[in-house]
Every structure is written in C-alpha cells, then in structure tokens.
C-alpha cells in the first residue's frame, strides 16, 4: 500500500466519486438556473426531470441492447433520451410557469410542488415502482486504474472521464453562448430587465420557452448521464433537486461558473462524508451552504444588484 495505506485509498476514491457525483449536480443546477433567471420562478418540479431524463435513457439502452443493436449506441442515447424530453416536456411545463411568473413566491412554490407530485406519478405509472438499471455505457468503457499516493484505484472510465467531461463541455459551451451570441445576449437582457428587453423588441416569450426548453433538458441529462451509475427508484429526483438547490443558493443565483465549483465542493463533500462519517452525508451538503450563506447572504459568487423601484 501507498503512503495513506487503505485510508489513501477510500480518499482517492471518495475525490473521484465526489467529482463524478458533482458533475450530474452541476447539470440539474445549471438548468435551474437559467430557468430561474429568465422566469423568475424557482422550479420544483426540476427534480422530476432530471429522474424522468434517467428513465428515459435507461429505457432506450434498454430497448438498443434487447433489439440487437451495437453497445456503443447506448452512450449517445444518453443525449438523444434527454433532448426528446426536453422538447416534450419543456413547452408545456413553461406554459404553467409563465402563468404564475411574477406571482407571489408561495402561490409559484405550490404550483411546481404540483407538478413535481404529478411528474412523480407518472414516473410511477410508466416504469414501476422497481429499480431500473442500464450500465450498459459503464461495461463498455471499462475500469481504468487511477495512480493516488503510490497506489493505483481502479475506477470506471465513465465516471472518470465522461460524466465530468460533459459537465465541462456543458460549462464552456454555455458561458461562450451567453456572452459570445446574439441568442446569448437575448437571454442575457430578458435575465437583467424583461420590459427593457421588449422595448428593444426581443421577444420575451420566445427566449423564456427556448430557455426552459433548454434548462429542461439539461437536468434531463444531467439524470441520462448518472443512470447508468445507479438504480433509478421513485424518488431520486427528489433529493437531487433539494441538492441542486444548494449548489445554487450557495454559488447565488444566476451564476454558471459558481455553480460549477460550489457543485464540486458540496459532490466532494458529500462523497468524503460517505466514505468517512457515513452519518453526516445528508447534512454536510446543507452545512457547507449554511456556513456560506451566513457569510455572504447573497451567495459566495453573486454580486449585489440595485433594486429597481
């Protein structure tokens, strides 16, 4: 054994793991909040897409493999799953959101609590109440053994190398589309001033459905990539939403690059607290965001904002 021994090992894997964990995170975060900052609704019933992305990609590989066809199609099934959910489930949900956009946040926290029991169901309804497992993408890309301290951790390729790599492609390809594009600056100014946006003639509806659209299918991937790691179970999105909501409170709302590294921090901590103090994994995700927040109430990236009266 290396310089840690058998602890070394348990921490090497815990970082990878963590990272792995804090990569499918990112994308539900991510997703809300660009949802959040074109609608101004915090959406519950983001969750229920991320566990809906996971069946649905589970489903596919599932139905490649039984009809013959080549392993290898099991991993861009992962993105094709998550875009035919995104683009079924986006428009209608964003028509209900829209309605109770600048309502009273209780009223907007019913609604999504709503919808997020009624995407629960139908959960239900269409694939049980039993695990589904897909690992089909993880066998195929094999284990890959990491070198930590003089010893080497073996560690599935996938989450080494894909899931992360997606989240950093995720992360780039979004912060070049909003600063870089038309499109990106159209979301930008509906972000920061909607009415101002419409007088310089955006149309304001348009960007809100393409970018919740958009923020749907992200946390539907973000469920894809994760499904071939995990049994999904009725309730699984359930606790990443609650997750996801820390990451972005804790980075501050709006914030894409924040949310990337306090999605790290809190996988990390989540995944040493597993491997260490087994008792502490629910609470230290919220203890790290509490410690945050009584800091810096506005989140640890988020910058002040004048209010408009």
């Known amino acids: 054994m290396g310089w840690f021994g058998d602890n070394g090992m348990l921490l090497g894997l815990a970082m ?9 995170v990112f994308m539900v975060a991510v997703g809300l909040n660009l949802v959040f900052g074109v609608m101004r609704v915090l ?16 489903s596919l590989s599932l139905f490649l493999i039984a009809r013959g066809m080549p ?23 964003e028509r209900l959101l829209r309605s109770v956009s600048g309502q009273e946040e209780v009223l907007q926290l019913l609604v999504t609590f ?38 080497a951790i073996p560690f599935t390729a996938y989450q080494l190398f894909l899931l992360p790599g997606v989240a950093l492609v995720t992360l780039i390809g979004l912060a070049w589309f909003l600063r870089r594009t038309l499109a990106g600056r159209m979301i930008v100014a509906v972000t920061v001033d909607r009415e101002a946006a419409r007088a310089m003639g955006i149309n304001a ?16 991937l973000g469920g894809a990539l994760a499904s071939p790691t995990t049994s999904l179970v009725p309730g699984i999105g359930a606790s990443t939403i609650v997750l996801s909501f820390a990451v972005v409170a804790t980075a501050g709302l ?16 989540r995944s040493l607290a597993v491997y260490f103090a087994p008792e502490f994994e629910v609470v230290v ?25």
């Open 16 to 24: 990878l793991d963590g990272l792995s964990y804090a990569a499918a």
């Open 43 to 58: 959406n519950v019933a983001h969750g229920s897409l991320y566990a809906i992305g996971g069946y649905a990609a589970a």
């Open 71 to 93: 392993p290898w199609l099991s991993i861009p099934s992962l993105v094709v799953s998550s875009a035919i959910v995104g683009a079924i489930l986006g428009p209608p949900i």
């Open 114 to 151: 709503a919808l997020f029991m009624i995407l629960e169901d139908l959960q239900k309804l269409v694939w049980g109440v039993q695990p589904v497992v897909s690992d089909a993408p993880v066998k195929l890309l094999g284990t890959i053994d990491v070198p930590f301290g003089g010893d």
């Open 205 to 220: 509806g348009r960007v809100m459905l393409l970018t919740f659209t958009a923020g749907a299918a992200l946390a539907a």
């Open 254 to 269: 709006g914030q894409i690059e924040g949310a990337a590294l306090t999605a790290l921090m809190i996988g990390l901590g």
């Open 285 to 309: 995700p919220y203890f790290i965001m509490v410690s945050v927040l009584l800091v810096r109430p506005q989140g640890l990236f988020a910058v002040p904002e004048t209010r408009r009266i």
